[in-house]
Nanobody
Framework: QVQLVESGGGLVQTGDSLRLSCAAS????????MGWFRQAPGKEREFVSV????????LYADAVQGRFTISRDNAKNTVYLQMNSVKPEDTAVYYC?????????????????WGQGTQVTVSS
């Protein structure tokens, strides 16, 4: 069992930076690839980024490529999402999630564990 707790959300202005954190419980953190998803009001949840168990492999959605950076600290059981140059369209609830493989990482149905989400609001 893995429990995930996100933090770091808030209200920021266009162009600002924000770092989200996701702390995982349990001793099996390194067994899981970690992903970030987001869900804006009235929209479906969408893939943002994923990082492999070792941290070597990362993938990003086109909408955030070049602006967001995912990283993980396996000693701290924590995954991060550094958000730079944020835009109003980045406004959403951001969720972290864990899965054992790197297959179909953009599909939210394949993740085993989810956090409760943290709200990010970007004002124009």
């Amino acid at each position: 069992q893995v429990q995930l707790v996100e933090s770091g959300g808030g209200l920021v202005q266009t162009g600002d930076s924000l770092r989200l954190s996701c702390a995982a419980s349990g001793r099996t953190f390194t067994s899981y690839a970690m992903g970030w998803f987001r869900q804006a009001p009235g929209k479906e949840r969408e893939f943002v980024s994923v990082i492999s168990q070792s941290g070597i492999t990362t993938l990003y959605a086109d909408a955030v490529q070049g602006r967001f950076t995912i990283s993980r600290d396996n000693a701290k059981n924590t995954v991060y999402l550094q958000m730079n140059s944020v835009k109003p369209e980045d406004t959403a609830v951001y969720y972290c999630a864990a899965k054992r493989s790197l297959i179909a990482v953009a599909a939210d149905t394949g993740y085993d564990y989810w956090g409760q989400g943290t709200q990010v609001t970007v004002s124009s």
